[in-house]
């Protein structure tokens, strides 16, 4: 069926709205998350608080979000993408004026009942903008270097924002996800190398910018043993929890690293070791088998979808969930500095968790309207 198919329908009632919903998907992250909570338990020498029960909470919430963002008209989040990622860059911005500081970074907005964390908003707020400035554009637009410059200006003015705050891992996470975008719509090879050589004459200016922590960073993970009481004690650590866990782990709760508390922040960056250690080689590979069935999903909505923008949310939500358990997974592994970067859906956090699951329900309203063909309109060209 063609892209502008006449027969193709035009709107989708509830009931084949719920039947395309896609609820592998919900399988496939209840898995992940229930994962997730297991060894919250254990972090919590078996008991459900303070992380489990509130980790699962919020996942209740969250699958309850994805599934009625998964029914809506996806037409709705195209009309919505723009004003979505401006509240998101509002959001931002106020973080500099009224940020919270924690851990030597300012990077939440208290609203007392809950704290949010504007740079994970934007994760997928920047998904969306993008995949609506690239929907309806032809690859000749594409080919046009002046095409191209509001959609980085779009990305470097948050990615700025979110790199003073300072978050190195979340801005790494923006600027990588957006290239995955550009790539799926049809921006050359070679102006990823142009990027990538400028990026890299930029490096020396860079490295001076650096706070001195982030310098130690890089620093320790060139060479964990310069400091092996300091900066480097937490990749050693994470390194000794994970080699002691060998093929099978040493059982549930019987992590000697996390529970005689030489793991550090074993509930939120460094759960991935605990697990590990606990459940061994071959419950790494099972989780990392889900976190891959996740991404492959993903890239399965894009290739059937049947319009620009529904592909382009489909590859960004992809990219950003491959980048989350990627970069968390290397860090612990010493393949990377530290960054603070979060194991999606497994780690302890409200924001983190509730935005992946919007942007899931993001995904999962993608593949719904997958046979979808709309009628053109004014403003949106080409769906």
Known sequence: MSLHDATAPARLTLVQRIRSFGWGLLVLL????????LILYSAANGSLSPWANAQMIRFAIGGVLMIVIGLTDLKLWLKLAYPLYGMAFLLLLAVEIMGDIGMGAQRWIDLGFFQIQPSEVMKIAIVLALARYFHGRTAEDVGRPVTLLPPL????????????QPDLGTTGMLILGAGAMFFAAGVRAWKFIVVLALFGAMVPVGWTMLHEYQRQRVLTFMDP????????????????A???????GKGFMQGTQSHLSFLPEKQTDFIFTMYAEEFGLIGGIALLILFISVVMYALSVSLRARTVFGRLVAV?????????????IAMVMGLIPVVGVPLPLVSYGGTAMLTLMIAFGLLACVNTHRDVQLRRQPGLEGY
Not at 229 to 239: F, M, R
Not at 242 to 248: A, K, M, P
Not at 317 to 328: E, K, Q
């Open 225 to 240: 043993s310069r400091d092996p009481l300091g900066a480097g004690y937490h990749i050693t650590q994470s390194k000794i």
């Open 242 to 248: 994970l080699g002691s866990g060998g093929v099978t």
């Open 30 to 37: 209840s898995l992940v998350a229930g994962t997730g909570f």
């Open 316 to 328: 960004g939500v992809g990219s950003t969930f491959f980048l989350y358990y990627f970069i968390n």
């Open 153 to 164: 200006v779009m990305v470097l003015l948050p990615a700025l924002l979110v790199l003073r």
